[in-house]
């Protein structure tokens, strides 16, 4: 993490003031912390695919199962396996995804299980 500090001004008074961010890398995705477990499918599925009403209506709980980075990790993965089932990908493709599928996943059960959910219910 990279600390940054900035300076803001206040829109009501013009007052300036200093605020250090925080930035984080999005290396996170790479470095295989993010980990799709079938416990985080199953709330994916429970919101059929929708973050908005997973945040809005999702138990503490099942907002604590899975990150918003996961999720959308998730979703990107479901896209690309749709478009592999569907005939539209090209061979290398469905040969990078798989190994991508392998490094993010905890399980070859669990990419399995996520490969039937879409076949299944035409999940986006």
Not at 33 to 56: F, N, P, Q
Request: proline share 1%; charged share 30%; hydrophobic share 45%.
């Amino acid at each position: 993490m990279l600390n940054d500090v900035v300076q803001l001004v206040r829109p009501f008074d013009g007052s300036v003031f200093e605020a250090t961010w925080r930035v984080v890398s999005l290396d996170i995705i790479s470095d295989n912390i993010l980990m799709i477990t079938k416990e985080k499918i199953l709330v994916y599925k429970k919101y059929h695919g929708d973050l908005d009403d997973w945040s809005r209506w999702g138990s503490r709980r099942e907002r604590r199962k899975i990150a918003v980075e996961e999720w959308r990790v998730l979703e990107s993965y479901c896209q690309d396996i749709r478009i592999v089932q569907n005939g539209l990908a090209a061979a290398a493709f469905a040969v990078r995804l798989e190994g991508a599928l392998k490094h993010d996943f905890d399980t070859a059960a669990t990419i399995i299980f996520l490969k039937e959910m879409i076949m299944e219910e035409g999940m986006k």
